[in-house]
């Protein structure tokens, strides 16, 4: 960090030592919400723990939220709830719990009636659940597959006379004939007063997929309060960005990163992913709204206030991947309410909270356009002009690795006949390189955001994916099919790309600049060969810190790490054996403040995880020692 930036880091840090802003008081505090506050910031204002002390973490208990015999392999990428002292999990196999915060013991446990026992090696994931209270009652509401569950938080036991058997059965109540399609939910909704919306997932693939319309239920029910169509019907608005009686049979624009809400203006924020299929829309054309959007809603009816369209008529799968980042800054003089949104494009999209103007100039270009026959590619693309994108959105043969002579002369011949291009070149018949990759850019876990700074922190991919299109067979239903979602890699099975692979990156958003950018994960037989860090490939988010501490894991060498939120420079590290695939949440219980994660399976190819301490779906806290 230069010294410019360390003036304004503290000068900033100086005119935050307001009440607003003061650590809690007590020996309590929550992680009540999937993104830590309503407006997902991801942020604490606790600060037992600092970039002073942080070195000295230790492990305070362990969870093993599979049972001994369990056969799960996969990913586990829940963040607790932490809410008056309990903390709600969803683990391995699916199982839903609660566990005392303080010390890990096991209060509860709930296994979900749809989720069958021959299933749960694959079962899927989970990425937590919302919580909701009217001082008397108090329910979890938890995604599991094609079912969100209604559970009563005290005992775990399921609320029969909510929705259908005590759930929402996100393939009913769609607006469209189902019949060979199918809806889940991963990620937890969001709850506005006794309205819970709710997410989806759909197929994404060339064979027809069920529309991401917005659903809100009432809490106590479970009965449809009110249904945005994402794909707009007859009369409503953006039927016109779709060929007539699109609504019909169009898939997708659906929001499967989360939401968040501004309970003081009664809004939703909701940012949803592409149309389908992902790389071709000819049966779409058309800038298909509301694909790749953030919408704003009114929470008790549904009706749209706003939206902002990310890209237009998708075909790179670009989706918004994650929760609008609500935030405070400082522009032109003034304190602006704004959407801070973080998508796989890399770039910040600064919003207007209210009016869902963008803060600063994002200028409509024009890009290239395909030439496979029957695609109408949408004539311009939207490009903000700050911040500046945090990840590359560009690729050429002279970004080819240089890891090696050899790694590179490997790359070289084996990406002969490929394409290169910029971030909206479209999709064509011979194998193309997309940078970002289809991962992003930023994915599911979103960015912090601390109002101390006004910086906001993005764990991002840095690593080129690549796909074709070919015509699919006469019966196939379908025009083109694709050669699937490539992630290239060298002999060794290191990304083609030159490093970086995975950052972080931190933005101060009241100047629209990058103040810092750091390799996030590392590859230690690369490292041993003189290599500089190089990043990895990341899934999951970080949290911020009063303590001037940022957590993060995601990467695939299995390490879970505490940053200097200043600078970038690492404070901490611990090795898991596993990968720490799931934004970790911090808390405070009897009076010692907490910083959990899970612990998944290894899924990296090119440098196996040494055996750790932990197995999969463990839930690890640590903590600085007693005393």
């Avoid at 690369?526 to 501490?549: D, E, F, K, Q, S």
């Amino acid at each position: 960090m230069n010294a410019m930036n360390r003036r304004r880091f503290a000068a900033a840090a100086a005119a935050a030592a307001a009440p607003g802003f003061a650590a809690p008081r007590g020996r309590n505090h929550g992680w009540n919400y999937y993104g830590g506050d309503q407006g997902a910031t991801h942020y604490s204002p606790l600060d037992q723990i600092t970039a002073a002390n942080v070195p000295a973490l230790e492990v305070a208990w362990v969870h093993h939220s599979a049972a001994p015999a369990s056969r799960y392999r996969g990913s586990v990428e829940c963040t607790p709830l932490v809410v008056d002292g309990v903390m709600y999990i969803v683990g391995a196999d699916l199982l839903i719990q609660a566990l005392d915060a303080a010390s890990g013991k096991l209060l509860w446990s709930h296994s979900p009636a749809n989720v069958t026992a021959g299933g749960r090696r694959a079962a899927g994931v989970s990425r937590g659940s919302t919580y909701w209270t009217d001082g008397r009652q108090r329910r979890l509401f938890v995604p599991v597959q094609s079912r969100v569950w209604c559970l009563d938080a005290a005992s775990g036991k399921v609320i029969d006379s909510f929705g259908e058997a005590g759930a929402i059965n996100m393939e009913k109540d769609v607006d469209r004939d189902m019949t060979g399609l199918s809806l889940a939910s991963t990620t937890p909704g969001a709850i506005c007063g006794d309205v819970l919306v709710v997410t989806s997932r759909t197929e994404e693939g060339p064979r027809p997929a069920a529309p991401g319309h917005i659903r809100a239920y009432d809490v106590r029910t479970g009965k449809r309060r009110w249904i945005f169509h994402t794909i707009p019907h007859p009369g409503e608005f953006g039927y016109d960005t779709w060929p007539p009686g699109a609504w019909k049979y169009a898939g997708g624009a659906n929001c499967w990163g989360g939401m968040s809400v501004d309970e003081k203006r009664g809004l939703v924020f909701v940012s949803t992913g592409s149309p389908t299929f992902d790389f071709y829309g000819g049966d779409r054309a058309g800038a298909n709204l509301f694909g790749n959007c953030v919408i704003a809603l009114e929470a008790e009816t549904g009706k749209r206030v706003w939206h902002f369209q990310t890209v237009h008529h998708d075909v790179w799968d670009y989706d918004v991947p994650c929760q609008p980042t609500l935030v405070t800054i400082n522009h032109r003089g003034r304190r602006v309410d704004i959407v801070a949104q973080v998508s796989k494009t890399g770039w910040v999209y600064m919003l207007d909270r209210t009016t869902g103007q963008p803060i600063h100039p994002i200028e409509e270009r024009p890009v290239p356009q395909s030439a496979i026959p029957g695609e109408k590619t949408y004539p311009t693309q939207p490009f903000p002009t700050a911040p500046p994108p945090f990840s590359r959105q560009f690729s050429s043969r002279d970004d080819l690795t240089n890891i090696s002579p050899a790694a590179r002369a490997y790359v070289q011949e084996q990406l002969r006949d490929f394409e290169f291009g910029s971030i909206f070149t479209p999709p064509g018949r011979k194998e193309r390189i997309f940078m970002p990759g289809f991962h992003g850019g930023a994915l599911w876990g979103g960015a912090s955001f601390d109002p101390r700074t006004a910086l906001l922190y993005v764990n991002h991919n840095e690593i080129p994916w690549s796909t074709s299109l070919s015509e699919a067979p006469p019966d196939a239903g379908y025009r083109y099919n694709f050669s699937g979602y490539h992630r290239n890699v060298d002999a060794e099975g290191y990304p083609v790309i030159r490093p970086p692979w995975g950052q972080i990156s931190a933005i101060d958003l009241n100047q629209a600049k990058i103040v810092w950018q750091v390799p996030h994960g590392e590859f230690k037989k690369l490292t041993a060969r003189g290599v500089p860090r190089t990043g990895t490939y990341i899934r999951g988010g970080n949290i911020a810190t009063a303590g001037g501490v940022l957590f993060a894991g995601g990467t695939l060498d299995s390490v879970f790490r505490a940053y200097d939120s200043r600078t970038g420079k690492v404070l901490w590290e611990k090795y898991l054996g596993g990968g720490a695939f799931a934004t970790p949440a911090t808390y405070m219980a009897n009076g010692r403040q907490f910083v959990v994660v899970p612990v998944s399976d290894d899924l990296n190819p090119e440098e196996p995880s040494e055996p750790g301490p932990y197995r999969i779906g463990d839930f690890v806290a640590f903590a600085l020692p007693k005393g």
